[in-house]
């Protein structure tokens, strides 16, 4: 894998951690 492969999927996985504790912990955002 690129560097930029591996940048990606570490933002999209970002991202996606971020929605997801959004949706549990609403009261915090």
Same mark, same amino acid.
């Given at each position: 894998?690129? @560097? %930029?492969? !591996? #940048?990606? &999927?570490? $933002? /999209?996985? /970002? &991202? $996606? &951690?971020? &929605? !997801? #504790? /959004?949706? $549990? =912990? @609403? %009261?915090? =955002?």
């Amino acid at each position: 894998m690129s @560097p %930029e492969n !591996i #940048a990606g &999927l570490v $933002v /999209a996985g /970002a &991202l $996606v &951690l971020y &929605l !997801i #504790a /959004a949706l $549990v =912990f @609403p %009261e915090r =955002f």
